[in-house]
């Protein structure tokens, strides 16, 4: 196989860093681009208004959409959750980690497939998905349908921690091969990145804590709704 060529490394590396930058800074610089329509996106599925709402289609508006339906998500869920100040802020912080730790995984999945603006794309168009597994979230956290415990519940939340860590490490053992001459790939780089993605994971499980009730299964089964494989064969090294 061709040696597949990049830009020279510390220009590339430094660039692919800034694309992936926060999540949340990259959702406002999508919504700047295309007001929010929050009335008709909190009304209707993100599907639907990516229909209603993108006029010419470009990879640029579907990411902006889908960032856009997302905002107007969060800014409801938050307004629901104003009578409970506490619960609102953790799904906050959890919301900001978890989109944090699906930009990593874009961010490592590019690196190892030798850039390509898919990865790039993929992140906020992960966003609308996420809002809905977080508005199950809250609803669960501040009803009694989030408090039964049971057996299935324990699997669930076993299986993430399992799926989680062995996603690490399979990142932590990639290297290069020899038909590989990425200018992107760093391992200092790729190492504080992923002791930063384990940090995120770590401070979610801490925040979900062990409660085997179906609000933490739940909560524990975002954390492996991987953005990207980390298996070695979907990026053929």
Known sequence: MPSKQVLPGAALLGAVLLMFAAAPAQARTLAAQSPANCVLANAVDSATYDLLTI?????????????????????????????????????????????????????????????????????????????????????????????PTGQHYARVIAQARADLARYIKLQRAYTPGPDEDYGMYDPAEWAATLNRYETLGKAIMLTLGNRNDTATALGYSILTHFTFSAEPEEYGN
């Open 55 to 147: 006029t010419t289609w470009s990879e640029a508006d579907q990411d902006n959409s889908s960032a856009n339906w997302a905002q107007c998500r969060a800014a409801k869920l938050d307004k629901e959750l104003a009578s409970q100040p506490q619960l609102r802020a953790r799904l906050q912080t959890l919301r900001r980690q978890y989109r944090e730790m699906r930009a990593i995984e874009g961010q490592l999945a590019g690196i190892r497939a030798g850039g390509g603006t898919m990865y790039s794309h993929q992140v906020p168009r992960m966003y609308p998905g996420l809002e809905e597994e977080l508005a199950s979230l809250g609803a669960l956290a501040r009803s009694t349908l989030g408090a």
